[in-house]
């Protein structure tokens, strides 16, 4: 059985963790969205780095644990890209976007979601 919920959430945050996401959060949604349970909000300060993590994310969750997104939005040039995945939503962003969408203040009400950082990072 694929992962899912808290556990893909997780799983998200480290593989964008492993490719040097900024300021990666994870929050739990339930009660608060009927969009998703769990997002995950990352930055990148470059069109690389967003490229990266994208491809990354995407790319890691899939080889370990054979779950695709069932939509992407976005592309890392647009700056804002999201990876659904039903019960999480994943969310790539610019700093400069993520600042002036002020997602942290739009979900202050939800809790967060601790994880554990790789090692290196």
């Not at 480290?14 to 969009?35: F, H």
């Not at 491809?55 to 592309?75: F, S, W």
């Not at 969408?101 to 790789?118: H, R």
Request: charged content about 30%.
């Amino acid at each position: 059985m694929a992962i899912q919920g808290e556990e893909l959430a997780l799983a998200c945050a480290k593989a964008a963790d492993e490719v040097k996401a900024e300021n990666i959060r994870v929050w739990d949604m339930r009660g608060i969205s009927s969009l998703t349970d769990y997002m995950v909000v990352c930055s990148g300060s470059s069109m690389p780095q967003l490229r990266a993590i994208l491809r990354d994310v995407a790319g890691k969750v899939e080889e370990l644990h054979g779950v695709k997104p069932t939509m992407t939005e976005g592309k890392a040039d647009t700056k804002w890209v999201v990876l659904d995945y039903i019960d999480v939503m994943v969310h790539i962003m610019s700093d400069e976007l993520r600042g002036y969408y002020g997602l942290e203040d739009l979900w202050k009400d939800a809790k967060e979601v601790t994880w554990q950082k790789t090692a290196e990072n």
